[in-house]
């Protein structure tokens, strides 16, 4: 294991995590934790679409998954994901869940922090009938892929070290439905520039 740093502000913070001998992309460290049991399936398509996502802004991800992870992370060296609610196939969110975002990023006094929260009930709601009564294999693909969008977009923040938003279906302020369930989606050029500054 080496110390690499190749971008400058937060980035370099989070990339002061770990470069693996060999790996021909930086990885982007993610500390995830889940409040209820993730599906499994559904959990290594998330990976494998964050993956292709992560790709053209030249990362790949390495993900400790935790009991526990600290409520706040001013100092850390990697990215901490709070996953929140049912993040499984079992039992879809069939009511309108009260909180309407599907994930954010922690900011306190202005400045952003390296730690993400995702709405699996929100996410589950959105989509709605897309998974339910379906397929397993084929909602657990659907769901794995909406969980990694919604990470993506947060990710974006973090790693551009910015509030804003793109004009890209993944980075616009709102992620729709329809970019949830696209067959595939990506940061486009802008967003990818942004995040190599
Ligand atoms: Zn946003």
Not at 184 to 194: K, N, P, V
């Amino acid at each position: 294991m080496r110390i690499c740093s190749l971008f400058g502000g937060l980035a370099a913070v989070l990339l002061a995590g770990v470069c693996w001998p060999h790996d021909p992309l930086p990885s982007v460290v993610l500390f995830a934790h889940f409040e209820t049991s993730p599906d499994k399936k559904a959990l290594w398509h998330m990976q494998q679409e964050l993956d292709s996502i992560l790709a053209p802004a030249g990362f790949k991800t390495a993900w400790v998954i935790a009991p526990e992870i600290p409520a706040t992370c001013r100092d850390c060296h990697l990215t901490n994901i709070r996953f929140l609610g049912r993040c499984d196939i079992k039992r879809p969110a069939r009511e309108l869940v009260s909180a309407n975002w599907l994930g954010r990023t922690i900011t306190s006094e202005g400045e952003l922090f390296p730690f993400v929260e995702v709405n699996c009930n929100r996410i589950e709601w959105l989509l709605g009938i897309a998974i339910e009564d379906r397929q397993p294999a084929w909602s657990e693909q659907v769901l794995g892929r909406a969980f990694a969008r919604v990470l993506a977009h947060e990710l974006y923040h973090v790693l551009a070290n910015t509030k804003g938003h793109g004009a890209s279906l993944l980075t616009r302020k709102q992620l729709s439905r329809e970019a949830l369930l696209a067959q595939h989606l990506s940061f486009d050029m802008e967003d990818i520039a942004r995040i190599r500054r």
